[in-house]
């Protein structure tokens, strides 16, 4: 890219040398190769536009989805966090559970001694019993009483061993039925936190699985936002070389514009002699009241000038104004000099629209020479024409036209149609409609826009 521009430098080196030192007829021919050179860059410009708008499109669709699944992420960090929460609640509710389990093993464990203890009692009254036939004789034993007194205590002991039997039974009955409920009490509520954790854990497992595979996902997606990022960067950066040539082309056409800016002059001083001289001949003629017909063959002249263009339309172009300026075209003024707000934001209008239908004829509004008629960006179709006026030097910029029939290097005389009113470049956005952009600037035109006057300060809009 430095080389292609090392290479055009010099190329228009050579061609503003050239037009120093060549005929008009040839520097007219230079300027069309740069002009044809600054569209074809334009439309590299307008393609890189289009390129980076697309990389922009993908580098946000693309954060987009970064930004769906880092959410996704951070909601399955949250859930793995509340699945960690509860994992370590349940792990406190086991080791708890689990305590409570040791009490009841030591519970079991003195039931299963009484039950023991009782299962020797009644095996021995078993087999007491088994010994008298599988009865106890408790009525001999009250029989063998020696005397009344021996009699109740021999009663009172057979009492307390009925209920003693009867109590032995009953406690062993419901340690038995204690022993099996804790038991089983102990083996649910062990299964149930088991498998509760079992569950966690899968759960666990799970949410970590996927969150890996996001995070894949997200580091795959990174690195493609690298890449767009990186291939917006190269198209930015072609974008800002070809606006530094375009810029080269543009100061070639601005120094084209301070050559033909003295053929404008030496032409309106020539203009200024001959209207002296036709001014001079005519007090003449008046003085001899003798023929007025050179005044005829002037006027005469002056239209066919005006008129010589076999392009234009039949539609009626504006009245020509007293004066170095008129009015560049008919219709309504929709927009004026300064600032405004479109559709991408504000920006400095730098003339004045007049808006009319397509096709309307568009003149020029004061004498000059053509010093550019081409493609000039979102302009569109535009025709430069410098003028030189008491000594100083004026362009007027007319944009957006659907064509136009002059060239560069041609002088053209205040009102002489030039082209026609369209929609090109951003003139065809339809919120603006058909109209001609029309730019007054003191000294030669600029694309920053600093030369750049309110027309209506200088030419009857």
Do not use: C
Not at 193 to 202: D, G, T
Not at 314 to 332: E, F, K, L, Y
Not at 334 to 345: D, H, K, L, V
Request: hydrophobic share 35%; glycine share 8%.
């Amino acid at each position: 890219m430095r080389a292609y521009k090392w290479v055009l430098s010099s190329f228009i080196a050579v061609l503003l040398l050239s037009s120093t030192l060549g005929s008009p007829g040839v520097s007219a021919s230079t300027l069309s190769d740069m002009q044809q050179k600054k569209q074809e860059l334009e439309a590299k410009k307008q393609n890189l536009n289009l390129d980076i708008n697309q990389k922009n499109t993908e580098i946000s669709t693309n954060k987009s989805t970064i930004n769906n699944i880092t959410a996704q992420i951070d909601s399955l960090s949250v859930k793995i966090n509340d699945t960690n929460s509860k994992i370590e609640k349940l792990e406190a509710e086991i080791e708890s559970t689990t305590k409570e389990i040791e009490a009841l093993h030591a519970s079991i464990q003195e039931l299963e001694k009484r039950i023991a203890e009782r299962d020797v009692v009644l095996r021995e009254r078993v087999r007491t019993m088994q010994v008298n036939d599988g009865t106890v004789n408790y009525i001999d034993v009250l029989l063998g009483a020696n005397s009344f007194s021996d009699f109740i205590d021999r009663f009172s002991a057979v009492t307390s061993l009925m209920e003693a039997d009867r109590d032995i039974m009953t406690e062993q009955a419901n340690d038995q039925k204690l022993l099996e409920e804790e038991k089983a009490l102990v083996e649910k509520r062990l299964a149930e936190q088991e498998a509760n954790k079992e569950e966690l854990n899968n759960l666990k497992a799970t949410l970590e699985t996927q969150k890996a595979k996001n995070n894949e996902l997200v580091k795959s997606l990174e690195v493609e936002q690298a890449k767009l990022v990186n291939e917006k960067s190269g198209l930015q950066t072609e974008f800002n070389e070809t606006l530094e040539v375009s810029k080269e082309i543009e100061a070639s056409i601005i120094a084209e514009q301070n050559r033909l800016a003295e053929v404008a002059r030496k032409a309106a001083e020539e203009q200024q002699r001959k209207q002296e001289a036709e001014r001079a001949a005519a007090a003449a003629a008046a003085n001899n009241s003798t023929n007025n017909s050179s005044t005829g063959k002037s006027s005469t002249s002056s239209n066919s000038t005006n008129n010589s263009n076999p392009s234009k339309p039949t539609v009626t172009a504006p009245p020509v104004s007293s004066g170095s300026w008129t009015r560049p075209t008919t219709g309504r003024v929709t927009s004026g000099f300064g600032y405004r707000n479109i559709s991408y934001g504000s920006k400095q209008h730098r003339g004045t629209d007049i808006a009319n239908s397509a096709g309307t004829p568009i003149v020029a509004a004061g004498s000059g020479v053509v010093s550019y008629a081409g493609i000039l960006g979102t302009y569109g179709n535009v025709v430069m024409i410098t003028h030189s006026v008491g000594g100083q030097t004026y362009t007027t910029l007319y944009a957006h036209m659907s064509g136009y029939g002059v060239s560069v290097g041609q002088q053209v005389s205040k009102g002489q149609y030039i082209g026609a009113m369209g929609g090109t470049g951003a003139g065809g956005r339809p919120q603006f409609g058909v109209h001609l952009h029309f730019e007054f600037h003191i000294g030669n035109w600029s694309s920053k826009g600093s030369s750049a006057q309110n027309p209506v300060n200088h030419v009857p809009i």
